[in-house]
Protein backbone atom coordinates (compact mmCIF):
# COMPACT_ATOMS: atom_id res chain seq x y z
CA UNK A 1 0.00 0.00 0.00
CA UNK A 2 1.35 3.51 -0.58
CA UNK A 3 1.06 5.91 2.14
CA UNK A 4 -0.90 8.74 2.07
CA UNK A 5 -1.56 10.48 5.22
CA UNK A 6 -2.38 13.53 7.05
CA UNK A 7 -1.60 14.61 10.45
CA UNK A 8 -3.74 17.39 12.42
CA UNK A 9 -3.98 18.54 15.35
CA UNK A 10 -3.97 21.51 17.51
CA UNK A 11 -0.81 23.37 17.67
CA UNK A 12 2.00 22.07 19.77
CA UNK A 13 0.62 18.53 19.70
CA UNK A 14 3.82 17.32 18.29
CA UNK A 15 2.70 17.16 14.52
CA UNK A 16 6.15 18.33 13.25
CA UNK A 17 8.13 16.22 15.65
CA UNK A 18 6.51 13.20 14.63
CA UNK A 19 5.88 13.81 11.23
CA UNK A 20 9.84 13.82 10.88
CA UNK A 21 10.17 10.58 12.59
CA UNK A 22 7.51 8.53 11.24
CA UNK A 23 8.20 9.95 7.36
CA UNK A 24 11.79 8.81 7.97
CA UNK A 25 11.01 5.41 9.03
CA UNK A 26 8.21 4.97 6.59
CA UNK A 27 10.20 6.67 3.98
CA UNK A 28 8.14 9.06 1.89
CA UNK A 29 7.81 12.61 1.81
CA UNK A 30 6.87 14.92 4.68
CA UNK A 31 5.45 17.98 3.57
CA UNK A 32 5.00 20.55 6.40
CA UNK A 33 2.82 23.84 5.03
CA UNK A 34 4.43 25.85 7.85
CA UNK A 35 8.01 24.43 7.45
CA UNK A 36 7.69 25.49 4.00
CA UNK A 37 6.53 28.67 4.59
CA UNK A 38 8.89 29.54 7.19
CA UNK A 39 11.84 28.74 4.53
CA UNK A 40 9.99 31.03 2.12
CA UNK A 41 9.68 33.60 5.09
CA UNK A 42 13.65 32.97 6.01
CA UNK A 43 14.69 33.44 2.31
CA UNK A 44 12.70 36.53 2.02
CA UNK A 45 10.69 35.75 -0.84
CA UNK A 46 8.04 37.40 -2.17
CA UNK A 47 5.20 34.26 -0.87
CA UNK A 48 7.48 34.03 2.63
CA UNK A 49 6.55 38.27 2.72
CA UNK A 50 2.82 37.38 2.15
CA UNK A 51 2.66 34.41 4.06
CA UNK A 52 4.61 36.32 6.90
CA UNK A 53 1.71 38.85 7.37
CA UNK A 54 -0.81 36.11 8.10
CA UNK A 55 1.72 33.92 10.33
CA UNK A 56 2.85 36.33 12.47
CA UNK A 57 -0.37 36.91 13.99
CA UNK A 58 -1.71 33.77 14.28
CA UNK A 59 -3.66 33.65 11.09
CA UNK A 60 -3.73 31.05 8.00
CA UNK A 61 -2.17 31.97 4.86
CA UNK A 62 -4.96 32.34 2.31
CA UNK A 63 -6.17 29.00 0.58
CA UNK A 64 -5.48 30.00 -3.07
CA UNK A 65 -1.67 30.81 -2.27
CA UNK A 66 -1.66 27.09 0.48
CA UNK A 67 -3.08 25.14 -2.31
CA UNK A 68 -1.44 26.22 -4.78
CA UNK A 69 1.81 24.98 -3.21
CA UNK A 70 0.21 22.07 -1.99
CA UNK A 71 -0.54 21.03 -5.76
CA UNK A 72 3.25 22.03 -6.75
CA UNK A 73 4.60 20.11 -3.88
CA UNK A 74 2.83 17.24 -4.69
CA UNK A 75 4.11 16.73 -8.03
CA UNK A 76 7.50 16.33 -7.39
CA UNK A 77 9.16 13.31 -8.19
CA UNK A 78 10.05 12.25 -4.38
CA UNK A 79 6.30 11.80 -3.64
CA UNK A 80 6.07 9.07 -5.25
CA UNK A 81 6.64 6.25 -2.43
CA UNK A 82 4.04 8.38 -0.25
CA UNK A 83 3.80 11.28 1.52
CA UNK A 84 2.25 12.22 4.93
CA UNK A 85 1.10 16.15 4.65
CA UNK A 86 1.51 18.04 8.06
CA UNK A 87 -1.03 21.19 8.56
CA UNK A 88 -2.67 20.62 5.59
CA UNK A 89 -6.11 20.59 5.38
CA UNK A 90 -6.54 23.00 7.99
CA UNK A 91 -10.14 24.02 6.71
CA UNK A 92 -13.04 22.51 5.13
CA UNK A 93 -11.93 24.63 1.65
CA UNK A 94 -8.63 22.99 1.93
CA UNK A 95 -10.19 19.53 2.38
CA UNK A 96 -11.64 20.01 -0.85
CA UNK A 97 -8.87 21.75 -2.79
CA UNK A 98 -7.16 18.63 -1.56
CA UNK A 99 -9.92 16.16 -2.46
CA UNK A 100 -9.52 17.69 -6.13
CA UNK A 101 -5.86 17.46 -6.42
CA UNK A 102 -5.65 13.34 -5.14
CA UNK A 103 -8.44 13.06 -7.57
CA UNK A 104 -6.44 14.07 -10.66
CA UNK A 105 -3.63 11.53 -9.72
CA UNK A 106 -6.56 9.21 -9.06
CA UNK A 107 -5.58 9.08 -5.56
CA UNK A 108 -7.34 8.74 -2.05
CA UNK A 109 -5.59 9.15 1.49
CA UNK A 110 -5.56 6.19 3.94
CA UNK A 111 -5.41 7.63 6.76
CA UNK A 112 -5.87 11.25 8.70
CA UNK A 113 -3.95 10.85 11.68
CA UNK A 114 -5.09 13.61 14.75
CA UNK A 115 -2.96 14.06 17.37
CA UNK A 116 -4.67 14.95 20.33
CA UNK A 117 -3.72 16.95 23.62
CA UNK A 118 -5.58 18.82 26.01
CA UNK A 119 -5.86 22.60 25.71
CA UNK A 120 -4.28 23.38 29.01
CA UNK A 121 -0.88 21.57 27.72
CA UNK A 122 -0.75 23.59 24.19
CA UNK A 123 0.25 26.93 25.90
CA UNK A 124 2.69 25.55 28.10
CA UNK A 125 4.48 23.39 25.37
CA UNK A 126 4.36 26.53 22.59
CA UNK A 127 5.63 28.70 25.10
CA UNK A 128 8.86 26.25 25.83
CA UNK A 129 9.06 25.81 21.96
CA UNK A 130 9.27 29.81 21.96
CA UNK A 131 12.64 29.68 23.65
CA UNK A 132 14.11 26.66 21.83
CA UNK A 133 13.48 27.77 18.33
CA UNK A 134 12.44 31.43 18.13
CA UNK A 135 9.47 31.26 16.46
CA UNK A 136 7.58 34.72 15.47
CA UNK A 137 4.07 33.19 15.94
CA UNK A 138 4.57 31.79 19.30
CA UNK A 139 3.80 34.91 21.32
CA UNK A 140 1.42 34.05 24.60
CA UNK A 141 -1.45 36.61 22.68
CA UNK A 142 -0.46 34.77 19.06
CA UNK A 143 -0.76 30.97 20.77
CA UNK A 144 -4.06 31.88 21.80
CA UNK A 145 -5.63 33.00 18.85
CA UNK A 146 -3.61 30.05 16.85
CA UNK A 147 -5.52 28.05 19.23
CA UNK A 148 -9.17 29.64 18.43
CA UNK A 149 -8.14 29.38 14.85
CA UNK A 150 -7.81 25.49 15.12
CA UNK A 151 -10.92 25.42 17.19
CA UNK A 152 -12.63 27.05 14.68
CA UNK A 153 -11.76 26.03 11.42
CA UNK A 154 -9.38 23.20 11.62
CA UNK A 155 -11.28 20.74 13.98
CA UNK A 156 -14.57 20.49 12.06
CA UNK A 157 -12.31 18.42 9.55
CA UNK A 158 -12.14 15.55 11.79
CA UNK A 159 -15.88 15.15 11.74
CA UNK A 160 -15.44 14.85 7.89
CA UNK A 161 -12.99 12.10 7.94
CA UNK A 162 -14.25 10.39 10.65
CA UNK A 163 -17.59 10.12 8.54
CA UNK A 164 -15.37 8.90 6.12
CA UNK A 165 -13.86 6.07 7.78
CA UNK A 166 -9.89 7.44 7.82
CA UNK A 167 -9.95 9.06 11.05
CA UNK A 168 -7.25 7.59 13.47
CA UNK A 169 -6.94 9.54 16.61
CA UNK A 170 -4.07 9.15 18.67
CA UNK A 171 -3.12 10.55 22.13
CA UNK A 172 -0.43 13.09 21.64
CA UNK A 173 0.78 13.20 25.92
CA UNK A 174 3.68 11.77 26.84
CA UNK A 175 7.53 11.74 25.54
CA UNK A 176 8.16 11.48 22.16
CA UNK A 177 9.40 8.11 21.82
CA UNK A 178 5.93 6.92 23.76
CA UNK A 179 3.97 9.08 21.59
CA UNK A 180 5.53 7.58 18.25
CA UNK A 181 5.59 3.50 19.17
CA UNK A 182 1.50 4.22 20.22
CA UNK A 183 1.20 6.16 16.56
CA UNK A 184 2.74 3.11 14.76
CA UNK A 185 1.38 0.74 16.55
CA UNK A 186 -2.20 2.09 16.44
CA UNK A 187 -1.77 3.03 13.09
CA UNK A 188 -0.46 -0.34 11.71
CA UNK A 189 -3.64 -1.77 12.91
CA UNK A 190 -5.93 0.80 11.48
CA UNK A 191 -4.41 0.27 8.21
CA UNK A 192 -4.57 -3.27 8.71
CA UNK A 193 -0.35 -4.54 8.72
CA UNK A 194 1.30 -6.88 10.42
CA UNK A 195 5.14 -6.49 11.24
CA UNK A 196 6.30 -8.65 8.64
CA UNK A 197 4.85 -6.46 5.85
CA UNK A 198 5.42 -3.30 6.59
P1 LIG B 1 1.41 24.88 14.31
O1 LIG B 1 0.77 23.56 14.02
O2 LIG B 1 2.21 24.88 15.56
O3 LIG B 1 0.45 26.04 14.25
P2 LIG B 1 2.60 25.03 11.62
O4 LIG B 1 4.05 25.04 11.33
O5 LIG B 1 1.82 23.86 11.13
O6 LIG B 1 2.52 25.18 13.20
O7 LIG B 1 1.91 26.35 11.03
C1 LIG B 1 2.37 27.65 11.33
C2 LIG B 1 1.52 28.69 10.62
O8 LIG B 1 1.67 28.54 9.17
C3 LIG B 1 0.01 28.62 10.86
O9 LIG B 1 -0.38 29.28 12.04
C4 LIG B 1 -0.52 29.32 9.59
O10 LIG B 1 -0.42 30.72 9.68
C5 LIG B 1 0.45 28.85 8.51
N1 LIG B 1 -0.07 27.65 7.82
C6 LIG B 1 0.46 26.39 7.90
N2 LIG B 1 -0.27 25.52 7.19
C7 LIG B 1 -1.31 26.24 6.65
C8 LIG B 1 -2.43 25.93 5.84
N3 LIG B 1 -2.66 24.67 5.44
N4 LIG B 1 -3.27 26.92 5.48
C9 LIG B 1 -3.06 28.17 5.86
N5 LIG B 1 -2.05 28.55 6.65
C10 LIG B 1 -1.17 27.60 7.05
Known amino acids: MKARFVMVGPPGAGKGTQAKVLTEKLNIANISTGAIFRSHI ?30 DRLNQDDVEQGFLLDGYPRNLHQVEALDAILAERGEKLNAVIELSIPDEDIVGRLLYRAEVEDRADDTEEVIRHRIDVYHSATAPLTDVYRQRGILLTVDGTGQIDEVLDRLVRELKSFLNISDEEQ
Not at 53 to 58: L, M, R, T, V
Not at 59 to 67: G, I, K, Q, R, W
Request: proline share 3%; aromatic share 4%; charged share 25%.
Open 42 to 71: AEQTELGKLAASYIDNGNLVPDEVTDALVR
